[in-house]
C-alpha cells in the first residue's frame, strides 16, 4: 500500500486518502480519532518542515516565509502518511494480535539470510507493542510517560507476557499474493530509477 501510495498523483491521492478516513471515521470513529490526535504534531511538523526547507515563490515577502511549492510537497507527503496511517488502522482491526505477529514473523524470513534471528526479532516486536499499548491505554501526561520509559518497572512474574507465535501454512490465494507483492516492488524498483 505505501508503495502504491507514492507513485499516486496529487488528485487520486487525496480522493484515496478522502475515502480511507471517511469510511474509517464511519466504522471506527473513535479510533480514527486518537490516532489523528495522537499524529496531529507529526502532520503539522511535516507540513512546515517542507514549507521552510523546499525552494520556491515565497507565500508573503521576507525572509521567514515558507514557500508555496514546500507547503504544497509537505501537504502531499502529510496526505501520504494519513492514508498509511488509516490502513495499518484497518489492518490492525482485522487481525488478531497473534496473527500479526505471526505475519510479521513470516515477513521477516529473509532477515534469516543475514544471519537475524527473526523468533528473537519477533517476540521483541510483540513485547514492544504489548508494553505500548499498555502505557498508551493509561491516561496520563506526557512527563509520567517519559519517566516510565526511562525507569521501567522490574521484571515481575505478575507481568509477564505470554506470546503465543502458532505458525500456519499460506494458503495458495496468500501465496500467489505475496508474489504478487513481490513482483509489485521489484517493478517499482526498476521503473523509478
Excluded: H
Amino acid at each position: 500500500m505505501a508503495c502504491w501510495l507514492q507513485l499516486l498523483q496529487p488528485t487520486p491521492l487525496v480522493v484515496v486518502t478522502a475515502l480511507l478516513v471517511t469510511v474509517t471515521l464511519w466504522q471506527e470513529r473513535a479510533r480514527m480519532l486518537r490516532m489523528l490526535r495522537r499524529v496531529r504534531v507529526l502532520l503539522a511538523a511535516i507540513i512546515l518542515v517542507y514549507g521552510w526547507s523546499t525552494p520556491g515563490l515565497y507565500v508573503w515577502p521576507g525572509w521567514l516565509s515558507p514557500t508555496r511549492e514546500g507547503l504544497w510537497f509537505g501537504l502531499i507527503q502529510g496526505l501520504r502518511l494519513l492514508a498509511v496511517l488509516t490502513s495499518l488502522q484497518w489492518l490492525l482491526r482485522t487481525l488478531k494480535r497473534d496473527d500479526l505477529f505471526a505475519g510479521v514473523y513470516l515477513l521477516a524470513a529473509p532477515l534469516g539470510w543475514l544471519g537475524v534471528n527473526r523468533q528473537r526479532w519477533a517476540l521483541r516486536l510483540a513485547l514492544t507493542m504489548d508494553y505500548a499499548e499498555t502505557l498508551l491505554a493509561e491516561r496520563q501526561d506526557w512527563r509520567s510517560l517519559w519517566q516510565q520509559l526511562a525507569n521501567p518497572a522490574a521484571d515481575k512474574p505478575e507481568n509477564a507476557v505470554v506470546v503465543d507465535l502458532r505458525i500456519r501454512a499460506l494458503s495458495p490465494v496468500q501465496t500467489s499474493l505475496m508474489f504478487l507483492l513481490l513482483v509489485g516492488i521489484v517493478l517499482t524498483l526498476l521503473f523509478l530509477r
